[in-house]
């Protein structure tokens, strides 16, 4: 494709210029096809537009329900769509009691604590049954609460934690988890936003090599909530060592209680599974995002729990008798619907590990996965990136088989899918790039791993029944294959879908609707694609590349330029482990880019490696985008789900004050950085200058990891 030098043409503001190459196909064995749930290519006829919304039948059948639905999609209030009107189902019955005939004794869960030296926790099938029984009760009895209303928790990765959603969907009561590495304020503020009236949370937990204190977070949270109008009335603590207590703070009488206490008076209680609307809401996420109100995407049970049964069955070719690893947390969606309810659904036994990836070394995920017999691996580029950099060699020494691997949460860079191919995989593991998000509940765009071949750095066509289109900033469709970029909707409504922003539907309707809707007063679907917020390219063969999120964009004198393709290119370079784009406000140019990058183990920083950065740049993307800065960085700033905080390198490179900082996971390197970046910015002369609010509103919230 087009260096940016040989565009001639100026670019809209929707697209992004694209430069990718064209990467080579790779093929599944046949290993791996001939035990595929899906590999005979009718199934995409199955599921195309004529024969849409029926075609979701098939990913409903995959649960039972205690009343068929007799409307499949309902579209007479747009665009709060509704899915399997009438019918009524329990997501807890779905993924508990239903396999008791069968797989009583089979594991739902595999839990790895932290601590090398603790015991593996196993939990069946019928432990689980028990422990989500009692849980129900005590939440029922307790605390009184009954379906519709709302539960926060602000849990680990422990098995309490899936116990507790799967007791509140027995209950109907609304689930709304809030990732454990988050501050209690950001806590406090979706207790308040969700009206919930109890928090779940646990004592502490371990995290690279410490037992943090938690329940601090509890009286922050309260303290935030109450000043926000929330009437909290019970917070339920477990602990992470029963009988112990590993927390600095006290329980408030009469407000606090061990669950392990008050759960004595509720053992070998049976709660019967409430029969639940399909269109009842199982849950709220909230999606990141520390500026205004938060966003609570709201999630339905039957459609929710439809899609994510079918596209874990499909995609992630999980059957009943594979031990399955998804190697994220809980407390983000892809936990939600591809560690606990679609891997549940259908039957299967899901690992959950407690702590940090590389802890104590970088060989742990591949121990794990040995002793357990792990074959489908699950992660993030971001943690693929660090298991590469920190220990490229380790999968290697291990003696695991995955037969399939997946990659979620950005675009993974074709150098480190390569290395997680033939490295991790062993070159045998077929690879799905699953593109979605929050919102979407489900995947939206993957290959059928024993269908169509994968290409590095490409997620490939859309999912089953998911018919995307890729608009400029007109409206116009931009074509497959033309090499422009642009952003990507989703033109029709799917199960998954959430239901409405919680509490806020004219937020949901402006969000991810008005860009595009045809016409307002219009019942018919086909009037209203759904805006992902992604920037993305179509290559001619149907694949679509995600260029990241359309707000990451760093516009370079009228070019757009993506962040990831910038890091793509930087990949390149041997000695590169991992890289972040950012924009530098610039008087002439409007911005321009600088560049972090972390070296892979024993190198040392120089002006070479600066060089080469520079160079990869000019070669794969073009002059234009040549960074002002590249700056050789220990490490990166992370959130706890690995994510770069972009915003705080942007704030640092353009002097501007870097903000809460208390979410990152390791905030103790940002002071290093910023002095580094300053000292040389000085040194070459660069003074602070003065920014507009809304030019310090851009950098300070640059990216959307947090
Ligand atoms: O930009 C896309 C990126 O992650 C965003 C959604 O983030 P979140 O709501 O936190 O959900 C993450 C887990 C689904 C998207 O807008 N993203 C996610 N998966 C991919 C991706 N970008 C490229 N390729 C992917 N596979």
Not at 110 to 115: F, L
Not at 243 to 272: C, I, N, W
Not at 630 to 658: C, E, H, L, Q, Y
Request: charged fraction near 25%; glycine fraction near 8%.
């Amino acid at each position: 494709m087009a260096n940016l030098e040989e565009t001639e043409a100026s670019l809209s503001e929707a697209q992004i210029a694209v430069h990718w190459r064209e990467e080579e196909y790779l093929y599944p064995g046949a290993r791996f096809i001939g035990q595929a749930n899906a590999s005979d290519p009718a199934i995409y006829e199955r599921f195309s537009e004529e024969h849409f919304p029926e075609c979701f039948r098939e990913y409903a059948d995959l649960l039972d329900w205690d009343q068929y639905w007799h409307t499949t999609l309902d579209t007479s209030n747009p665009p709060f769509w509704k899915w399997f009107v009438g019918g009524r189902l329990n997501a807890s019955y779905n993924c508990v009691d239903r396999h008791l005939a069968t797989k009583a004794n089979k594991a739902a869960f595999i839990w790895v604590p932290e601590p090398e030296g603790d015991q593996t926790q196993i939990v069946t099938y019928r432990e689980l049954h028990r422990r989500v029984n009692e849980m129900a009760a005590l939440l029922r009895d307790f605390c009184g609460l009954k379906a519709g209303d709302r539960v926060t928790f602000h849990m680990p990765m422990v098995p309490e934690l899936p116990i507790c959603m799967l007791a509140c969907a027995r209950l109907g009561v609304v689930h709304s988890e809030v990732f454990a590495g988050f501050s209690g304020a950001a806590c406090g503020g979706r207790i308040a936003d969700s009206g919930s009236r109890v928090l779940i949370t646990m004592d502490a937990y371990y995290r690279d090599g410490k037992l943090l204190d938690h329940k601090v977070k509890a009286d922050e949270a309260l303290a935030v909530a109450t000043g926000q109008g929330a009437q909290v009335e019970k917070v339920l603590v477990w602990r992470r060592r029963p009988g112990e207590y590993h927390s600095a703070t006290p329980m408030t009488e009469g407000r606090d209680f061990f669950v392990d206490e008050v759960m004595k008076d509720y053992l070998r209680k049976q709660v019967d599974p409430v029969p639940m609307p399909a269109e009842a809401p199982l849950f709220l996420m909230y999606t990141s995002g520390t500026t205004g109100r938060p966003k609570g995407a709201q999630h339905s049970t039957g459609g929710y729990m439809a899609y994510v049964a079918g596209t874990s069955k499909y995609f992630l070719d999980i059957h009943p008798d594979d031990t399955y690893w998804c190697f994220a947390d809980i407390g983000w969606i892809t936990g939600h619907s591809y560690i606990v309810y679609g891997p549940l659904a259908l039957g299967t036994t899901s690992v959950l590990y407690e702590g940090a990836p590389a802890y104590p070394d970088p060989g742990r995920p591949w121990r794990i996965a040995e002793r357990l017999g792990v074959d489908i691996f699950h992660t993030a580029p971001t943690t693929i990136r660090m298991l590469r950099k920190l220990g490229p060699d380790e999968p290697g020494k291990h003696n695991y088989r995955f037969k399939l691997m997946c990659t979620v949460g950005e675009p993974i860079e074709p150098e480190v899918w390569r290395w997680y191919h033939e490295v991790v995989g062993k070159g045998a593991a077929a690879i799905v790039d699953t593109w979605w998000m929050t919102e979407t509940g489900g995947f939206l765009g993957s290959t059928l791993p024993a269908i169509k071949p994968m290409k590095p750095g490409s997620c490939g066509p859309s999912t089953l029944g998911i018919y995307p289109v890729i608009y400029d900033e007109e409206g116009k469709t931009v074509e497959a294959g033309s090499g422009k970029a642009g952003n990507i909707c989703i033109r029709n409504p799917w199960p998954g879908i959430m239901q409405t922003i919680w509490g806020q539907p004219e937020r949901f309707v402006q969000t991810y609707y008005a860009r595009y809707c045809h016409d307002t007063a219009s019942k018919d679907w086909h009037d209203w694609p759904f805006l992902c917020g992604d920037g993305a390219v179509q290559a001619i063969d149907g694949y679509y590349r995600i260029l990241g999120r359309i707000d990451d964009v760093i516009n370079v004198a009228g070019h757009r330029l993506g962040t990831k393709e910038l890091e793509s290119a930087v990949l390149t370079v041997p000695e590169v482990a991992e890289a972040a784009a950012v924009p530098v406000i610039d008087e002439v140019r409007g911005r321009v880019v600088e560049m972090y990058v972390a070296l892979q183990p024993g190198l040392q920083a120089g002006r070479e490696i600066e060089d080469k950065v520079k160079m990869a740049i000019e070669t794969e993307i073009g002059k234009v985008a040549r960074p002002k800065n590249v700056w050789i960085v220990p490490d990166m700033p992370k959130t706890r789900s690995g994510k770069i905080m972009r915003r705080v390198i942007a704030s640092i490179s353009n002097f501007a004050d870097v903000g809460d900082i208390t979410t990152l996971a390791n905030p103790d390197i940002v002071e290093g950085i910023r002095r580094q970046v300053y000292k040389q910015k000085t040194e070459r002369g660069e003074a602070p200058r003065e920014l507009s609010a809304k030019e310090l509103e851009e950098i300070q919230s640059f990216g959307r990891a947090d």
